[in-house]
């Protein structure tokens, strides 16, 4: 990381952590109240299936205010329908966040198989005069301040018995805009990891 940093320094970089995640529809376990005797239950429909994919970065630079993009992919099981995101996805997202925040950027990330194909590795070569690419360690999510955005998000959803995928999709996308008007929750994910940004 220290690499990293030192590179975003030199070339006056945004440094941009990126990482993904998911949602079912099946609610994740939250914790609610109720009267005392009576355990709450949220009824959730057995009809529907699908994941809505998040692809996230949160991006940071001494001087400015920090920054949150994100993609979002709906699964519904059709057939031939990715499930996730593919290497164009990602370039595409690189590209929307260097538009964004017009500047270089040094891109550290995991070891996830689709990160390490071959047409992405020949997009970092052609783009190499304003994208330097770090790889973080095989499993260190706390490393990576965008592991802690997603328990923001999904903590907001932890009660939600949707009828359908697109209300899942509609309550993740609206905590994510939530979060992009809060830098300050997002340099809290940056030094809950322990790591600093030196100007």
């Not at 095989?138 to 359908?164: M, S």
């Amino acid at each position: 990381m220290a690499a990293g940093k030192s590179t975003a320094a030199v070339n006056n970089a945004w440094v941009v952590f990126e990482d993904e995640a998911g949602q079912s529809m099946t609610p994740p376990r939250a914790r609610t109240w109720g009267r005392q005797g009576i355990t709450p239950v949220v009824r959730v429909r057995g009809r529907g299936s699908g994941r809505v994919s998040m692809a996230g970065m949160t991006c940071y630079k001494p001087g400015e205010q920090s920054r949150l993009i994100y993609a979002i992919r709906e699964y519904r099981g059709r057939k031939d329908e990715p499930k996730g995101f593919g290497w164009k996805d990602y370039r595409d997202l690189i590209i929307r966040a260097h538009i964004q925040l017009g500047g270089p950027i040094v891109l550290v990330w995991d070891n996830l198989r689709t990160h390490l194909v071959a047409p992405l590795r020949e997009f970092f070569e052609a783009n190499a005069a304003w994208l330097t690419v770090f790889q973080l360690p095989t499993y260190a999510p706390d490393l990576n301040p965008q592991e802690g955005v997603w328990p923001l998000v999904k903590c907001g959803i932890g009660n939600l018995a949707a009828a359908d995928l697109r209300q899942v999709t509609r309550a993740v996308k609206r905590k994510l805009k939530m979060l992009q008007y809060r830098p300050e929750t997002i340099d809290g994910c940056l030094a809950a990891t322990g790591l600093t940004l030196n100007g």
